[in-house]
């Protein structure tokens, strides 16, 4: 069975850091393109970042470009986002999602909430 | 590429026909993707590919288009398929998503 788990979210005060975590498992990880995407409340997804199998083609979206760093260690069947310099707008539940040959988003984790606030 | 959903609200009974369109900014050929999301879960995915069903989705979900112009269909809605749904296009970066279609019981 698939499972995507995420980690590391919480509280943080602006300009802060977070680093998430997103653990798989039931899949051949280092096969598979990833993908974090972002709700915060009340609205729709926000796709965050891309990464592909081997963690060398990277893209981002315009709202996190300098300051998330999306990376996947294929050993440890991890993927990882490193926020730094975190606004209120940045607060959301965060998804690690696996990409399915550019056709969708097939399986998603639970989320993880990321609260950014003095 | 902007994704426009329309209706953002729709209301309806059990047993409706429904119909929900995402309108693309550019052509993305059939690089458009339908999901489900209920309230406190993430997404989940209904079809990919623009028409492909993913395997356990009911086959009263079909999606037709390409290009600029596509519809998400429910043949005849059931109490779990109250929910909002939003498209995504993997056409090119940044990988939008439209705005969602909330359906509601009417």
């Known amino acids: 069975e698939v499972q995507l788990v995420e980690s590391g979210g919480g509280l943080v005060q602006p300009g802060g850091s977070l680093r998430l975590s997103c653990a798989a498992s039931?899949?051949?990880?280092?096969?598979?393109?990833m993908n974090w995407v972002r709700q915060a409340p009340g609205k729709g997804p926000e796709w965050v970042s891309y990464?592909?199998?081997?963690?060398?083609?990277?893209y981002y979206a315009d709202s996190v470009k300098g300051r998330f760093t999306i990376s996947r260690d294929n050993a440890k069947n991890s993927l990882f986002l490193q926020m730094n310099s975190l606004r209120a707008d940045d607060s959301a539940v965060y998804y690690c999602?696996?990409?399915?040959?550019?056709?969708?988003?097939?399986?998603w984790g639970q989320g993880i909430l990321v609260t950014v606030s003095s | 590429i902007q994704l426009t959903q329309s209706p953002s609200f729709l209301s309806a009974s059990v047993g409706d026909r429904v119909t929900i369109t995402c309108r693309a900014s550019?052509?993305?050929?059939?690089?458009l993707a339908w999901y489900q999301q209920k309230p406190g879960k993430a997404p989940k995915l209904l079809i990919y590919?623009?028409?492909t069903l993913q395997s356990g989705v009911p086959s009263s979900f079909s999606g037709s288009g390409s290009g600029t112009e596509f519809t998400l269909t429910i043949s005849s809605l059931q109490p779990e398929d109250f929910a909002t749904y939003y498209c995504?296009?993997?056409?090119?970066?940044?990988?939008?998503f439209g705005g969602g279609t909330k359906v509601e019981i009417k």
């Open positions: 990464i592909n199998s081997g963690g060398i083609t990277i």
């Open positions: 590919a623009a028409s």
């Open positions: 550019q052509g993305i050929s059939s690089y």
């Open positions: 999602a696996r990409e399915a040959a550019r056709n969708s988003l097939d399986y």
């Open positions: 039931g899949f051949t990880f280092s096969s598979y393109e």
């Open positions: 995504q296009q993997l056409n090119s970066y940044p990988r939008t």
